[in-house]
């Protein structure tokens, strides 16, 4: 069992950067793929990018390659979102999500957090 809090939404505006950290508690962190996904108003919920277990391997959605940059630390038990050249399409609820083995389908991850908001202003 594992429990996800989003933390570092806000207001930015278009071409800088923000910082998203889902800070996880409960056993086995290490054991876990940990994505991000995002769902903007009016579409469906997306893969943003994940990482998996030993943080070796990385998957990223064609829109943020090269934008955004995922990464996770076992020391504090977290999985970071550097998120850079926002553009107003990234504009989004995004959440935090884990999943033992690895899967790019939501409907796969077992735990979730609340979801923290990320606006872009043009």
């Known amino acids: 069992q594992l429990q996800l809090v989003e933390s570092g939404g806000g207001l930015v505006q278009g071409g800088n950067s923000l910082r998203l950290s889902c800070a996880a508690s409960?056993?086995?962190?290490?054991?876990?793929?940990m994505a991000w996904f995002r769902r903007a108003p009016g579409k469906e919920r997306e893969l943003v990018a994940v990482?998996?277990?030993?943080?070796?391997?990385?998957h990223y959605a064609g829109s943020v390659k090269g934008r955004f940059t995922i990464a996770r630390d076992y020391a504090r038990n977290t999985v970071d979102l550097q998120m850079d050249s926002l553009k107003p399409e990234d504009t989004a609820v995004y959440y935090c999500?884990?999943?033992?083995?690895?899967?790019?389908?939501?409907?796969?991850?077992?735990?979730w957090g609340q979801g923290t908001q990320v606006t872009v202003a043009s």
């Open positions: 409960g056993r086995d962190f290490g054991s876990y793929a």
């Open positions: 990482i998996n277990w030993d943080g070796g391997t990385m």
């Open positions: 999500a884990a999943v033992q083995g690895w899967s790019l389908t939501a409907t796969s991850y077992d735990f």
